[in-house]
Nanobody, 116 residues
Framework: QVQLVESGGGSVQAGGSLRLSCAAS????????MGWYRQPPGKQREQVAV???????SYAASVQGRFTISRDTAKNTMYLQMNGLKPEDTAVYYC??????????WGQGIQVTVSS
């Protein structure tokens, strides 16, 4: 089992910044990729950014150029730096760890609210 704990959410005005953190613990060996998903109010969950064990990253088009995903392997922690936040970025953000073969682990989610 992998335990994931998100932190760093909150409320910010449009144009502001937040940094989310995701601390991983437990059976973290074998994690192929980690990422961030979000679920806006009344909408389906969507992928935001992914970082692979190789260090490669990918982003949703809606956040490309504004968000940066990174990791600190020594601390078993992943980050999402969010700059230029927009009201449409308002959502519950989830951390996810992928060990392959549909073996996914999710954090509890953290609220990010961006006001105009």
């Amino acid at each position: 089992q992998v335990q994931l704990v998100e932190s760093g959410g909150g409320s910010v005005q449009a144009g502001g910044s937040l940094r989310l953190s995701c601390a991983a613990s437990g059976s973290i060996l074998g994690i192929n990729a980690m990422g961030w998903y979000r679920q806006p109010p009344g909408k389906q969950r969507e992928q935001v950014a992914v970082i692979h064990s190789t260090g490669g990253t990918s982003y949703a088009a809606s956040v490309q150029g504004r968000f940066t995903i990174s990791r600190d392997t020594a601390k078993n922690t992943m980050y999402l730096q969010m700059n230029g936040l927009k009201p449409e970025d308002t959502a519950v953000y989830y951390c996810v760890a992928d060990k392959g073969h549909r073996d996914l682990y999710w954090g509890q989610g953290i609220q990010v609210t961006v006001s105009s």
